[in-house]
T-cell receptor, first 112, second 114 residues
Framework: GQNIDQPTEMTATEGAIVQINCTYQ??????LFWYQQHAGEAPTFLSY????GLEEKGRFSSFLSRSKGYSYLLLKELQMKDSASYLC?????????????FGRGTSLIVHP | KAGVTQTPRYLIKTRGQQVTLSCSPI?????VSWYQQTPGQGLQFLFE???????NKGNFPGRFSGRQFSNSRSEMNVSTLELGDSALYLC?????????????FGPGTRLLVL
């Protein structure tokens, strides 16, 4: 089966840095996505990792370690608008399925 | 390019009724996936259609069904609604040719079953 774990909730201060962790156990691995979802809105794509290492994109960075089944999303210079749920999703490699398995999401609250 | 659209955005039904939700993918996208999102379970995969064929299926009862038309638009049907079916139903589209493609989500249909 597929299992993806993320913290349920995190809080941080505006201007700070926060790291959201994701650990996974899946049957094979074809990549890991991070999505951002504001309350009442659709998830939007943030990043994709398939090789080990850090991918930087502006204030957001995503890291992957395939041997450890571990990823994190790093958000720098936090802004109030970063308050949202962050979803980790893994594409397993079983049977040619292209369907990502999602974690339950981490609700990030940014306060002044 | 226009994004993924879903209709209706909000729906209220009573137990035992049936409901049909619609999803129009991004132009050129042939894969449409449906998800159910609830606070307790997160985002759960229902099924995926590619070129009018169901290509993948999640672990939901047979009351949940779907179809895809030749223009890639997709519909999802839930029969004999139960209270537990209250959720946000999201569809997502992609080209559908390789696993690494990003899925683009629609705004969702929020279903309330009374």
């Amino acid at each position: 089966g597929q299992n993806i774990d993320q913290p349920t909730e995190m809080t941080a201060t505006e201007g700070a840095i926060v790291q959201i962790n994701c650990t996974y156990q899946t049957s094979g691995f074809n990549g890991l996505f991070w999505y951002q979802q504001h309350a009442g809105e659709a998830p939007t794509f943030l990043s994709y990792n398939v090789l080990d290492g850090l991918e930087e994109k502006g204030r957001f960075s995503s890291f992957l370690s395939r041997s450890k089944g571990y990823s994190y999303l790093l958000l720098k210079e936090l802004q109030m608008k970063d308050s949202a749920s962050y979803l980790c999703a893994v594409i397993p490699a079983s049977g040619g399925s292209y369907i990502p398995t999602f974690g339950r999401g981490t609700s990030l609250i940014v306060h002044p | 390019k226009a994004g993924v659209t879903q209709t209706p955005r909000y729906l209220i039904k009573t137990r035992g009724q049936q409901v049909t939700l619609s999803c129009s993918p991004i132009s050129g996208h042939r894969s449409v996936s449906w998800y159910q999102q609830t606070p307790g379970q997160g985002l759960q995969f229902l099924f995926e259609y590619f070129s009018e064929t169901q290509r993948n299926k999640g672990n939901f009862p047979g009351r949940f069904s779907g179809r895809q038309f030749s223009n890639s638009r997709s519909e999802m049907n839930v029969s004999t609604l139960e209270l537990g079916d209250s959720a946000l139903y999201l569809c997502a589209s992609s080209l559908g040719t390789v696993p690494q493609e990003t899925q683009y989500f629609g705004p969702g249909t929020r279903l309330l079953v009374l």
